[in-house]
């Protein structure tokens, strides 16, 4: 497993055109080594845990078997089932079903009735399912077009859309909302669905409570609009960029009260959030006054992420803006390969699942901001971005089909060069 591990990353560093130290990249295996081979950044991951939390723990279990010539292994008996072959013995009238074997195909029993059909909303004016007209109306959309051009190009689809305007304009428009969502969350190649983005600092939650609530109801109505899909909000914990440091956590608490850790944990346990996306603009300045770098801070926030275990509770992804320049990224080779390592790179190292890298925005002024020229034309940092194939199943980007650079088509096909996963703006 390490030397897998010390291939994949050696090949990452290569094609970022930098390298490491070698004790610096890699650690001596610890009991929680295994958990941090993968975390689960795509359906194709595999999910790797301990048996034993340790060595010696494992040596003391081969030990028990093992003794007076495996006298424990001879005894042991077959762990006891709760099910029946209904084929070679009689089955019990008492439970459920009619007592018959069936195979797939055969007509269904007298009596059966379909419980697959839409729930019934409970309160008049909620959104618990989508119609396949809807579903229709909502493939001819810019947006639903940018998901099945993303579908064609093999990326896993994220629908991006902010709900909380519509929570806070009452239970019609809310209801509108989630089922225009939902439409869009049933087309082919949707994985999930972001509700929320700079939840708590924005200020669009004034506290704990209506925070909560916000997360809460969004996801207990997507849940129901478009079930098995996954869920994600994006923020920051500004205090995790301190490390150590109690006069700057006094301060982020102080000047981000939503965003402490207590207050952004409970939403990763009820269930409500299975993606949370940290971004990483506050890394890059929030910390000087304490003499803590850009790297530090970064450094600090997926070392706090690990030691607090959320990356069990869900996926936790960083999202990185800097990469783009206005107009278009002015960055030479030799400082792409660096922002690339320091941006891309060392946060998967470090504790990220994935990597979401803004290629394209605009800000408040109208100012496009692009890692690629006009027109999609090719730069350094572009080109950068493209050796990284080793690590592409662990890039995402975001696409906004209401404002394409070239043409939805054009745009997605381009973006698929690098990244295996996109977030489509609704």
Known sequence: MRIRRALALGAALTVLAVGLPAASAFSEDGTQDCKNVTNGGSPSDPQCFWMAPTPKDALDIVRFWAKDDGANLKQAT?????????????????????????????????????????????????????????????AQTPAGQAIAAAAASNMRVWVDTELIDDY??????????????????????VVGIRF???????????????????????????????????????TVVPQFGCGANDPCKAEMTKKYPLLTPERIEPLLTTGSVDQLALDSGLLQSAYSTWNITPQQAQQNQWSKVKALAWDTLAQIAAEDAGLAGKNAS???????????????????????ATVNVWTRWQDGTGSTYRVMGSGLASTATWEQLNKLQPLQRRLSTMFDPASPEVGIAQDVKKLSEVFSQVYVTN
């Open 78 to 138: 077959e762990y006891p089932v709760g099910w029946i072959d209904c084929t070679v013995e009689a089955c019990s009238q008492d439970g459920q079903g009619d007592g018959q074997a069936h195979s797939e195909g055969d007509p269904a029993p007298e009596g059966y009735q379909d419980t697959s059909t839409p729930p019934t909303c409970q309160t008049a004016g909620e959104t618990c399912s989508v119609t396949p007209e809807e579903i229709a109306a909502a």
């Open 168 to 189: 806070k304009a009452g239970t019609a428009a809310f209801a509108a909302a989630v089922s225009k969502v939902g439409a869009l969350a049933a087309q082919p190649g």
């Open 196 to 234: 929320t983005s700079q939840l708590g600092y924005n200020g669009s939650v004034k506290t704990p409570e209506e925070m909560s609530a916000f997360v809460t109801a969004a996801a207990a109505a997507l849940h129901q609009v478009a079930p098995g899909k996954k869920l994600g909000v994006h």
């Open 330 to 352: 002015s960055l030479t080779a030799e400082q792409a390969a660096t922002a690339a390592q320091e941006r891309i790179a060392t946060p998967l190292k470090d504790g990220a």
